[in-house]
C-alpha cells in the first residue's frame, strides 16, 4: 500500500482545502483520473492519480485542510491488487484495502466464503463502510443536508441514485404533514434553526482580507458617467463575423480595454500605484487591465497584460482564455499578477450602478453598467433611441483627484463613442 502525498502546488502555498473527494475508499483507479478537487488561496486545483490501483483509505475529510507534503490518500498498486506482486491470493483476502477491491471484482462464490468480503449490505454499503454514490449524488446530499446512510438505493449493490435522494426528500416532507393531518392539529412553524457555519477559506477568504484592507487603507472617491455605445454595438456587429470565423468571441470587453490603454497614454497617473509607504508613485509603462470575473470559487481578477501593443483580436483572445480559466477557478498564477488597472462589468449580470473597492495597490477601477435603449436628444434637438451605458469609478484619492479622473473618463469615453478614433492610434 502506498501513500500519495500532497505535492507542492507552488506560490508558497503549505495548505488548502479538500473541496470534493472525486473517490470513495475502496475504488479502483486510473493513472490520470481527477481523484479530489483542493483549493488554495488563488485557485481550484484538480489532483489526478499517478498510478492504477485501489484507494484503501482517505486521509483527509472533505472540507478540512490538507498539509503541502503530507498524505492525503492511501491506494493500493494495480500489481499488487491483480497478484503481480507474487502474493498469494490468500494474504490478500486478509487485508481489509484488498478486501475493497474485491468488492469491485471477486466474484459472489468467493464474497459468501467470508463475512469481511461482502461488497454490500441492505443499506447499500461497501466493505469499506462507505455507501456507493457518485460525487454528484454525495453533493446532493450535502446540500439538503441529509445522511446518506439514510437513504436506501436502488443501483447496483445498492448504490444510491439521485432519484433516490429525491424520493427520501418527497418521504421526509410528507411525514409531518400526514401527521398534523392525523392528529388535527394546524400545522406550526419550527423555531429558526441554527445556522449552517462554512468556514471561509480559499478565494473568498483571500478576497475577505484584500477588501478590507483595500477599503480601509485607501480613501475612495468616485465617478459616474453615461457613455453612449450605439455606435460601438454598431461596429461590434460588424466584427463579429470575422472574428468569429477565426473561432473567437468579440464582446464588448476589449473595446473597452484597448479604449482604456489608449486613454491611459493621457493621463498615466491612473496606471500609476503607491508605494507601501506612501511617499513614492511608480508609474507603469505597460497596461495590464485586470477584469473582475464571477468564477465558482469565488471573485478572481486575471489580467491582460501590454494592452497597449495587443490589437482587438488579440485582446478578445486573451478575455475568453481567461473568462474560461477563471470560471474554472484554475487561473494560472501569473495571470492574477501585476494588474495595473481594473474593469468590473456589473452590468452583465443586470446591474445598472456599482461602487467599486480599488483592487490594491492599483490606483483605480471602473464599474460598467448594463446598457439600456433610451431616448437622447441629438445635436438638433429631435428625440433618438440610444445605446447608454452607465459607469462608475473608483480612485486612490491619496494622489488621485475628481478633475484627473474626469479628464480621464472623458478620454476613454471618447473612444468608446467614436470608436473609428482608435484607429488613429494603430501603431
Given amino acids: 500500500m502506498s501513500d500519495f502525498m500532497l505535492p507542492d502546488i507552488g506560490e508558497g502555498i503549505v495548505e488548502c482545502e479538500v473541496v470534493e473527494w472525486r473517490v470513495a475508499e475502496g475504488d479502483r483507479i486510473e493513472e490520470d483520473?481527477?481523484?479530489?478537487?483542493?483549493?488554495?488561496?488563488?485557485?481550484?486545483?484538480?489532483?489526478?492519480?499517478?498510478?492504477?490501483?485501489?484507494?484503501?483509505?482517505?486521509?483527509?475529510?472533505?472540507?478540512?485542510?490538507?498539509?503541502?507534503?503530507?498524505?492525503?490518500?492511501?491506494?493500493?498498486?494495480?500489481?499488487?491488487?491483480?497478484?503481480?506482486?507474487?502474493?498469494?491470493?490468500?494474504?490478500?483476502?486478509a487485508e481489509a484495502p484488498k478486501a475493497a477491491a474485491q468488492a469491485h471484482s471477486a466474484p459472489k462464490s468467493r464474497e459468501?466464503?467470508?463475512?469481511?468480503?461482502?461488497?454490500?449490505n441492505s443499506m447499500g454499503k461497501t466493505t469499506m463502510g462507505k455507501v456507493p454514490a457518485s460525487p454528484a449524488v454525495r453533493r446532493l446530499v450535502r446540500e439538503h443536508e441529509l445522511q446518506l446512510n439514510d437513504?436506501?438505493?436502488?443501483?447496483?449493490?445498492?448504490?444510491?441514485?439521485?432519484e433516490d435522494v429525491l424520493a427520501h426528500l418527497d418521504q421526509t416532507a410528507l411525514v409531518p404533514a400526514s401527521a398534523n393531518q392525523v392528529s388535527g392539529q394546524p400545522l406550526v412553524r419550527s423555531e429558526p434553526q441554527t445556522p449552517r457555519v462554512e468556514p471561509l477559506r480559499g478565494v473568498r477568504a483571500v478576497m475577505a482580507k484584500r477588501m478590507v484592507e483595500s477599503a480601509s487603507t485607501i480613501p475612495h472617491f468616485h465617478y459616474g458617467e453615461e457613455i453612449d455605445v450605439t455606435e460601438l454595438l454598431a461596429l461590434r456587429e460588424r466584427l463579429k463575423p470575422q472574428v468569429e470565423a477565426l473561432g473567437e468571441r468579440l464582446t464588448l470587453m476589449p473595446f473597452?480595454?484597448?479604449?482604456?490603454?489608449?486613454?491611459?497614454?493621457?493621463?498615466?497617473?491612473?496606471?500609476?500605484?503607491?508605494?507601501?509607504a506612501g511617499d513614492e508613485l511608480h508609474y507603469y509603462a505597460q497596461c495590464n487591465i485586470g477584469m473582475a470575473v464571477d468564477s465558482k470559487a469565488g471573485l478572481l481578477v486575471p489580467n491582460v497584460k501590454g494592452v497597449e501593443q495587443l490589437t482587438l483580436l488579440d485582446i478578445a483572445r486573451e478575455v475568453g482564455r481567461l473568462t474560461t480559466s477563471a470560471r474554472e477557478g484554475r487561473v494560472d498564477q501569473a495571470d492574477l499578477k501585476g494588474g495595473t488597472i481594473s474593469i468590473s462589468n456589473i452590468g452583465a449580470l443586470g446591474g445598472t450602478y456599482a461602487a467599486p473597492i480599488i483592487n490594491a495597490p492599483e490606483a483605480a477601477i471602473v464599474a460598467i453598467g448594463k446598457t439600456q435603449w433610451l431616448p437622447r436628444f441629438d445635436e438638433h434637438g429631435a428625440v433618438q433611441r440610444r445605446a447608454i451605458m452607465t459607469i462608475t469609478w473608483a480612485g486612490d484619492h491619496r494622489f488621485i483627484d475628481g478633475g484627473t479622473i474626469a479628464r480621464f473618463c472623458n478620454a476613454w469615453k471618447g473612444f468608446l463613442e467614436a470608436p473609428e478614433t482608435m484607429l488613429l492610434h494603430l501603431g
Fill in 33 to 93: 483520473q481527477p481523484i479530489v478537487e483542493v483549493m488554495t488561496d488563488k485557485a481550484l486545483v484538480e489532483i489526478t492519480a499517478p498510478e492504477p490501483g485501489i484507494v484503501t483509505k482517505l486521509y483527509v475529510p472533505q472540507g478540512q485542510v490538507a498539509k503541502v507534503h503530507a498524505p492525503l490518500y492511501a491506494y493500493q498498486l494495480e500489481s499488487e491488487v491483480t497478484g503481480g506482486t507474487g502474493q498469494s491470493s490468500d494474504a490478500d483476502t
Fill in 112 to 120: 459468501s466464503s467470508s463475512s469481511h468480503a461482502a461488497p454490500s
Fill in 151 to 162: 437513504i436506501s438505493g436502488s443501483g447496483k449493490d445498492g448504490r444510491v441514485l439521485k
Fill in 256 to 276: 473597452f480595454m484597448k479604449a482604456m490603454a489608449l486613454a491611459v497614454a493621457q493621463a498615466p497617473i491612473v496606471n500609476a500605484q503607491l508605494n507601501a
